[in-house]
């Protein structure tokens, strides 16, 4: 089984110390964010075939990632990197940093274990179409060569991404817009032709109602991938979260409202007030990242 660390919430940038407690443990319970049972996923050689770390910041987790390696499991980043201004990310480390940090992570376990997710694509009245284009086109270049794919999507619009965005809009004096379909397709097109003429292959993440825009769809947990960085073939069965996902299974051992980045688009958090007390109070030896007495 592919393990996800996570979709959920940064583990890299924020609950590095609990995941290596749990790998060294070989297993880790998941509170179950849907109502059903809690479950445990075991992290064994034996059982896990490897893992799909998601993050905006991979700093924190490098000595992580070595310790990873040295157990003998393959892994791969998507690293979020889109340079957004403060008022939409507040504490996402600097575009410029975040670069620095995937091509080193390509350097020292080759570009098949870095994806460069620029998702989500917001529009805003200080991320306007022109200004994507040139963030994305400046990302890219400085990308060459330390990635082969980019991941797009735009952003998908929940109660609480509305919530966040217009109480941020409020209070920085800005406006934001979910295009219409036509809008967005046009956008990525323009967006994968940069990436393209870079080398690097783009793909949509979960979006197939999106008309015209040429990209491919996404396979953000990708066994084929993670079976190159492990040099022997890693076998899963393609089972998607949504329609338009061609994630290959895994188990993901993160939990919702978590993460403390504070990005006014996300889909994960509703109050990044609470996730920084969940941050404050989080026990590195539970055996749940949700219930800190779980052992």
């Not at 403060?86 to 504490?91: D, G, H, K, V």
């Not at 967005?184 to 825009?213: F, V, W, Y």
């Amino acid at each position: 089984m592919i393990v996800s660390v996570s979709y959920r919430t940064d583990i890299p940038a924020f609950y590095g110390a609990w995941f290596l407690e749990r790998l060294r443990r070989g297993s880790c319970r998941v509170v179950n964010p849907y109502g059903g049972r809690d479950y445990e996923v075991a992290l064994t050689a034996e059982a896990a075939d490897g893992f799909v770390f998601w993050t905006r910041n991979v700093k924190p987790f490098l000595a992580a990632l070595e310790e990873t390696a040295a157990r003998g499991f393959p892994f791969v980043v998507q690293y979020t990197i889109t340079g957004y201004p403060r008022e939409i990310e507040p504490s996402v480390m600097p575009a410029e940093q975040a670069v620095a940090l995937a091509r080193a992570l390509s350097v020292r376990y080759g570009r098949r274990a870095v994806v460069w997710r620029y998702d989500p694509v917001f529009l805003t009245s200080l991320t306007s179409p022109d200004w994507h284009l040139l963030r994305f086109a400046e990302l890219a270049a400085a990308l060459a060569g330390a990635t082969d794919e980019v991941v797009l999507s735009f952003a998908q619009i929940y109660a609480k991404t509305r919530a966040n965005s217009d109480k941020a809009a409020r209070r920085h004096g800005f406006t934001w817009s979910d295009p219409e379909p036509q809008a967005k397709a046009a956008l990525l097109g323009e967006l994968a032709a940069i990436a393209l003429d870079r080398r690097i292959r783009p793909t949509l993440c979960s979006q197939p109602e999106l008309p015209g825009h040429g990209l491919e769809p996404a396979a953000c947990i990708d066994s084929a991938r993670l079976s190159d960085v492990a040099d022997r073939p890693i076998a899963a069965k393609v089972k998607g979260n949504r329609p338009g996902c061609l994630c290959a299974e895994s188990r993901d051992i993160g939990a919702y409202d978590t993460c403390p980045h504070g990005c006014i688009y996300c889909y994960a958090v509703s109050s990044r007030d609470a996730a920084k007390r969940f941050l404050s109070a989080h026990d590195p030896a539970a055996g749940s990242l949700a219930r800190p007495k779980i052992s």
